[in-house]
């Protein structure tokens, strides 16, 4: 293996290990990129172009295929679907998590410790465990093929993720303040809301970035809970589109797609790279 | 302070989301304990318990043997490179052994970003062996006779782990980058005075430090394998020949395509036994005590 093989590398001198990482390196960006810029390219080319020659550029750089993808195929309903259902999501479960992990971090109450752990735990089993049971139970409570019904389950999912992440924030804001709400008569509800929330906003915005990614990008409990076609999220439209065009031999609006399902995540983090790295390790690593 | 010992407030605050939390998650994991003993087609609540008889059918049955032999080969080899690869990136990054590290740290984690089901379509097409661009290549080489990939049961396989290794390198890289940057650079310092190289710091003082992210890493990396399901579906939909046929795909087979709800639930359960028994014993194997620092 390359990257074991001490006594080679050893041989090769500073200057030449130097010269091999940057080669690695620069070889497995481009796998990395090309993809995605191959995608974004060829995103402008009609299919028969893509056939005669797949490397080339389009030689008119037309925007239909991103009008029929918006239009014909539906990638415009099914975005403003999974825009309205991510952020129906992120609503529910900041609201509904940050309350929790508030009381967790800064109440005291006897069972506190089962909840909290309890929370956690939802975090080690696999998805496929409890499907079958979880789509009877959405069907037998009238939820099924709704967005309602895909919210709140999100919502549930996301809870482990949120109170890990919230309750070591809460924790980490001084009780003084608190007793500084209470001298101005805060109530329970006035001092979560009014005072600790506000001061929770950079571990709320950690919480909501990779809230965001995860739903925008959810596939299998859409796939379960939703059927009707103009109920489509964006990942559950692609699959569909995948397998429609296919049969067409038609893939332009296919490309389309992919770069409107692609586009607002990669936007999201190149706005707010530092945040997203800096969240992804919260709780993970010491101090 | 008077206010926080107030136990009625506090389980007021924590209420709702143990509503969420137990309704949708709890209630369908106990239940799925249930299930897994019944046969059940999900046409009423009337489930007749057969014993261990799912399980008799399972042990039986070449198809969930071949679905959890391909699972525990993408778990192995996803498990085995992606940690390699993105220990040699982060340290390249770390230790500045590369011009441009930024500009790496954040490109390679662009996949990270993307819907599993985007990267399938992309791989989809990347890998086709007409217009795709991985058999477009190697023809400038002059290759012909080439495997035309996921059509092919070996290179399918294999197609599945790289694009599974494309996908997750990233999010391991991020990890360990901010683990190794949580050591202080006086080890460094000190491993230099005694005449280390960049080789030997790497394994005397990085790796030994990254320890508790490793225990971490074995985790994710479990539920991250045996849970393939959105990318395989996609590219191969199992195939060829199940080929590439994994645990959750066939759960979603039996379960939403034949309606055998019972059966369903009960390879569910052995991939939670599983998945949660190599967790376990990842972490009494990995037991010694962390190094503090």
């Known amino acids: ?287 | 302070m008077k206010l926080q010992s107030d136990a009625r407030a506090g389980w007021l605050f924590v209420l709702p989301a143990l509503v969420f939390y137990v309704t949708f998650l709890v209630v369908p994991y106990a239940l799925a304990f249930g299930v897994s003993f019944a046969k059940w087609r999900g046409v009423s609540l009337h489930l007749e318990f057969v014993g261990l008889g799912n399980f008799q059918r399972m042990f039986g049955d070449p198809f969930y043997w071949k679905a959890l032999y391909n699972t525990a080969f993408f778990t192995v080899c996803t498990g085995l490179i992606v940690p390699v690869m993105a220990l040699y990136f982060s340290v390249a990054v770390t230790r500045k052994l590369v011009v441009g590290a930024r500009f790496f740290r954040i490109t390679y984690f662009f996949p990270n970003l993307i819907s599993q089901v985007a990267i399938a379509v992309l791989w989809w097409f990347a890998l086709n062996p007409e217009f795709g661009i991985l058999s477009n290549f190697l023809r400038l080489f002059g290759l012909a006779d080439l495997p035309s990939w996921l059509g092919d049961p070996d290179w399918a396989r294999r197609c599945v782990v790289a694009v599974k290794v494309w996908a997750a390198v990233g999010f391991y890289m991020v990890l360990y980058i901010s683990a190794i940057e949580g050591i202080p650079n006086d080890y460094y310092d000190a491993a230099k005075i005694d005449g280390a190289g960049e080789m030997q710091s790497f394994r005397h003082v990085t790796f030994p430090l990254l320890s508790e992210m490793m225990k971490v890493t074995v985790v994710f990396l479990l539920l991250n394998g045996f849970g393939t399901f959105d990318l395989v579906r996609i590219m191969t939909d199992g195939g060829p020949d199940r080929a590439t046929e994994t645990l959750a795909t066939y759960i979603y087979e039996n379960a939403f395509e034949l309606g055998k709800f019972g059966y369903a639930t009960t390879i569910a359960m052995s991939l939670f036994i599983i998945t949660f028994s190599l967790a376990l014993l990842s972490l009494y194997l990995q037991r010694k005590e962390a190094v503090e620092y």
């Open chain 1, 1 to 287: 293996m390359r990257f074991n093989n001490t006594a080679i590398l050893d041989r090769l001198g500073e200057h030449g290990r130097k010269t091999i990482t940057q080669i690695i390196f620069v070889v497995y960006g481009v796998i990395v990129v090309f993809p995605m810029v191959w995608l974004l390219y060829t995103a402008f080319k009609p299919t028969h172009e893509l056939f005669a020659s797949a490397w080339s550029l389009p030689v008119e750089w037309k925007f239909d295929n991103f009008v029929e993808a918006w239009t014909e195929a539906r990638i415009g309903d099914f975005f403003w679907n999974s825009l309205f259902v991510t952020i129906s999501t992120l609503l529910v479960q900041l609201f509904v998590g940050s309350m929790a992990s508030y009381s967790l971090a800064k109440y005291r109450f006897r069972g506190q410790g089962i909840v909290y752990y309890g929370f956690l735990a939802g975090m080690m089993f696999p998805i496929f465990l409890g499907i079958v049971p979880l789509f009877f139970l959405v069907k037998s409570l009238g939820l099924l093929d709704s967005h309602l019904g895909l919210i709140v389950v999100y919502a549930a999912f996301g809870i482990p993720f949120t109170v890990f992440v919230l309750t070591a924030f809460f924790r980490t804001i001084p009780t003084e303040i608190m007793e500084a709400g209470v001298m101005d008569g805060c109530g329970h509800f006035t001092l979560y809301w009014r005072i600790m929330l506000p001061l929770a906003k950079p571990g709320l915005t950690t919480v909501g970035i990779f809230t965001f990614i995860s739903i925008w990008n959810e596939y299998i409990l859409a796939l379960v809970l939703l059927s009707s076609s103009h109920l489509r999220t964006m990942p559950l439209g692609i699959a569909v589109l995948q397998f429609v065009q296919f049969y067409e031999v038609d893939f332009g609006a296919l490309f389309a797609g992919l770069v409107i399902v692609m586009l607002p995540t990669l936007l999201c983090y190149v706005i707010l790279q530092e945040q997203i790295t800096k969240g992804m390790t919260v709780g993970a690593v010491k101090g």
